[in-house]
């Protein structure tokens, strides 16, 4: 039985998409493993430097896949007891972190995260069946 209702940030270029800022990047097999994290009551924040119009491509990225993002940017439940920026989550998927798996696709001169490997490393710490 997979943890529920995991509080999960998420960054959005070459995390969710394929590295092309400010442009929006192509699909790296993210969308079925977001969706499976939804689906069992996981809450996504998208976790962004993004602002202004160029995240509001990034939050149409996700409305077009038909995955609902708790929040973007904050964790609205933190305000009680912190007034920290950084956001409260259980967990976070990041390319740039440390850990991340990572793959180099055809023509891209920055690693993109790998979501199979990430998919693997879901289920073996306990966010996915
Ligand atoms: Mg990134």
Redesign the pocket.
């Known amino acids: 039985m997979a943890i529920r209702e995991a509080v999960i940030a998420i ?5 969710v998409v394929t ?1 092309a800022y400010p442009e929006v990047g192509d699909d790296i097999g993210a969308v079925p493993v977001l969706k499976e994290l939804v689906a069992q009551g996981d809450k996504l924040i998208l976790w ?2 993004r602002s202004g119009r160029l995240l509001e491509d990034a939050v149409a990225w996700f409305r077009k896949h038909d995955i609902p993002l708790w929040a973007i940017n904050e964790n609205p439940t933190q305000g009680g007891w912190t007034t920290s920026p950084k956001v409260h989550a259980n967990l976070i998927i ?3 972190a440390l850990g991340c798996p990572t793959c180099f696709l055809d023509g891209e001169r920055r690693p993109a ?1 790998n979501w199979q490997r990430i998919r693997e490393m879901l289920v073996r710490m306990g966010y996915l069946d």
């Open positions: 960054d959005f270029d070459g995390t590295h962004t430097m990041d390319d740039s995260a």
